[in-house]
């Protein structure tokens, strides 16, 4: 089945810097990535998500990218506010399939 | 607040009860998904529905059973079976169409003693 690893577990970075977050995943069938943001004590929510026919994608201060040939797609967060710290997961699945989740990243903005 | 909601917020049970956690939604979506939520694993699939009257396992069903018998409703057992039940629980909903953004419910807190 689907694997997906996301690195790091924990970022800190101070406000106004940019935040990267990088997830591999196993299945070179997977053709939809996307990525929840979980604030302390509430649900995840869809930020940004990509599909494979598109290498990049972007809104406002987030974007996304994906190498289908290496397995990889990252998040991008730019000019980090307070209100970015959250724990971010990625996704990836093929077609219908079931989501694969990585295992999370607490981000901590610094002001 | 998304039209998926999940009851009680909150459960405590003793240890060898069954329990029961609620999940209903009002976005006409096809597919329902159960995960569990434990510190430092993110999101792990227990059951998903992706049609009334079928289901299937996810990567960690074990001690878990569900059913479908309605399209708005997913509820999920907790059996005396699972050894680790005290866990932060969510239900998601989707379309199977062009849209895969699942929507998460606002989640129960198992703890079981």
């Known amino acids: 089945g689907e694997n997906v690893e996301q690195h790091p577990s924990t970022l800190s970075v101070q406000e106004g810097d940019s935040a990267v977050i990088k997830c591999t995943y196993s299945?070179?069938?997977?053709?939809?990535f996307p990525w929840y943001k979980q604030e302390l004590g509430k649900r995840p929510q869809l930020i940004i998500d990509?599909?494979?026919?598109?290498g990049e994608k972007k809104d406002q201060r987030i974007a996304v990218t994906l190498n289908k040939t290496a397995k990889h797609f990252s998040l991008h967060i730019t000019e980090t506010q307070p209100e970015d710290s959250a724990v971010y997961f990625c996704?990836?699945?093929?077609?219908?399939?079931?989501?694969?989740f990585g295992t999370g990243t607490r981000l901590t903005i610094i002001p | 607040d998304g039209g998926i909601t999940q009851s009680p917020k909150y459960l405590f049970r003793k240890e060898g009860q069954n329990v029961t956690l609620s999940c209903e939604q009002n976005l006409n979506h096809d597919a329902m998904y159960w995960y569990r939520q434990d510190p430092g694993q993110g999101l792990r699939l227990i059951y998903y529905?992706?049609?009334?009257?079928?289901?299937q396992k996810g990567d960690i069903a074990e001690g878990y059973s569900v059913s479908r018998e309605k399209k708005e409703s997913f509820p999920l057992t907790v059996t005396s079976a699972q050894k680790n039940p005290t866990a932060f629980y969510l239900c998601?909903?989707?379309?199977?169409?062009?849209?895969?953004?699942?929507?998460f419910g606002p989640g129960t807190r198992l703890t079981v003693t």
């Open positions: 998601a909903s989707s379309r199977l169409a062009d849209r895969h953004e699942q929507y």
């Open positions: 990509i599909r494979s026919n598109v």
């Open positions: 996704a990836a699945k093929f077609g219908n399939e079931k989501l694969t």
């Open positions: 529905s992706q049609i009334v009257n079928d289901f």
């Open positions: 299945d070179s069938a997977s053709n939809y």
